[in-house]
């Protein structure tokens, strides 16, 4: 099972910032949070990874809170091209080492208006 | 760097028909993924490859399901006896595999199953 929630859906303008937060109360402190995105009818797009700073890219920002049990994801200027399914993952490192497979919840559609 | 490729892109059979796909990852990636995602829900893991073994494979992936990765290229999918549960969008990844970890996956385009 997933170890995250996410809400369902969520609206942003375009030109606005869209920000998108993830639970995930029950995550191991090495293990590292990851978003991706599936644009429709597209496989799933990487975005971003992070353990306990914040991380920036080209194409978001990800805040993880200091206890590490939620996480935000921030695209500062979102485009139509912005909506999609975002997917938070915890990486599961059960048993000390990980295979890499990635358990994906429902996600969160993000719909960006004009 | 040419990406994941996935073959055919679109596939409908009729029930009881057997069916290939086809998985080219990224050269020398040594991790290969595969995943079932169905309408409306996240991708769900089929199984995995390290190099050219199969390491771990899911409960989802039946007796009906079988996937090679000879040579620790392309893999390969394969439905025998197709039922009209297993429509679905079958998806590939590949991943440089960092040891005991996580890493970023690459994935393609899909492959979509549809089972009369």
């Known amino acids: 099972d997933a170890k995250t929630t996410q809400p369902p859906s969520m609206d942003c303008a375009e030109g606005r910032a869209a920000n998108l937060p993830c639970n995930h109360s029950?995550?191991?402190?090495?293990?590292?949070v990851y978003w991706y995105r599936q644009i429709h009818s597209q496989g799933p797009q990487y975005i971003i990874h992070?353990?306990?700073n914040n991380e920036t890219n080209e194409m978001a920002s990800l805040i993880i809170t200091e206890d590490r049990k939620s996480s935000t994801l921030i695209l500062p200027h979102a485009t139509l091209r912005d909506t999609a399914v975002y997917y938070c993952?915890?990486?599961?490192?059960?048993?000390?080492?990980?295979?890499?497979?990635?358990?994906f919840g429902q996600g969160t559609i993000l719909t960006v208006h004009p | 760097d040419t990406g994941v490729s996935q073959d055919p892109r679109h596939k409908i059979t009729k029930r009881g028909q057997n069916v290939t796909f086809r998985c080219d990852p990224i050269?020398?990636?040594?991790?290969l993924y595969w995943y079932r995602q169905t309408l409306g829900q996240g991708p769900e893991f089929l199984t995995y490859?390290?190099?050219?073994?199969?390491?771990?494979k899911s409960r989802l992936l039946s007796d009906r399901f079988s996937a090679e990765r000879p040579k620790g290229s392309f893999s390969t999918l394969e439905i025998q006896r197709t039922e009209q549960g297993d429509s679905a969008m079958y998806l590939c990844?590949?991943?440089?595999?960092?040891?005991?970890?996580?890493?970023?996956?690459?994935f393609g385009p899909g492959t979509r199953l549809t089972v009369l």
């Open positions: 990844a590949s991943s440089s595999g960092l040891a005991g970890r996580t890493d970023t996956q690459y």
């Open positions: 029950t995550i191991s402190g090495n293990e590292y």
């Open positions: 992070g353990l306990k």
């Open positions: 993952i915890v990486e599961d490192l059960a048993g000390g080492t990980s295979y890499g497979k990635l358990t």
């Open positions: 050269s020398e990636h040594n991790r």
């Open positions: 490859f390290q190099n050219e073994a199969q390491l771990e």
